[in-house]
């Protein structure tokens, strides 16, 4: 019932940022406000990981502590949109970031999820 659209990644050297976007769209027009967002991000080979989430409606967030003081959420709930500003990214950082939804909560683990969008690739390297 919901789709989720990622943007944003890219290739940056190490101590740079960037910005992804994520956007989430109902299939039948109902609101998201009682959803939380996240994003995860996935070598190949290893597990999901949370690296952040927020709700929609109340603006509350969580993240990992491995981006805590570099990265940071928000959402425009008037757009459907949550983004992610990675400050000082590091090389360990490299992976498919991807964006998921679920109703009702936050979470910041890849299992609490229902809804994913396909991934973007984001690159630190000199």
């Known amino acids: 019932q919901v789709q989720l659209v990622e943007s944003g990644g890219g290739l940056v050297q190490p101590g740079g940022s960037l910005r992804l976007s994520c956007t989430a769209s109902?299939?039948?027009?109902?609101?998201?406000?009682?959803?939380?967002v996240g994003w995860f991000r996935q070598v190949p080979g290893q597990g999901r990981e949370g690296i952040s989430c927020?709700?929609?409606?109340?603006?509350?967030?969580l993240y990992a502590d491995s981006v805590k003081g570099r990265f940071t959420i928000s959402r425009d709930s008037a757009k459907n949109t949550v983004y992610l500003q990675m400050n000082d990214l590091k090389p360990e950082d490299t992976a498919v970031y991807y964006c998921?939804?679920?109703?009702?909560?936050?979470?910041?683990?890849?299992?609490?999820?229902?809804?994913w969008g396909q991934g973007t690739q984001v690159t630190v390297s000199s």
């Open positions: 998921a939804a679920v109703w009702g909560k936050i979470a910041i683990m890849s299992y609490e999820y229902d809804h």
């Open positions: 927020i709700s929609m409606s109340t603006g509350n967030t």
């Open positions: 109902e299939a039948r027009g109902r609101s998201l406000d009682f959803y939380g």
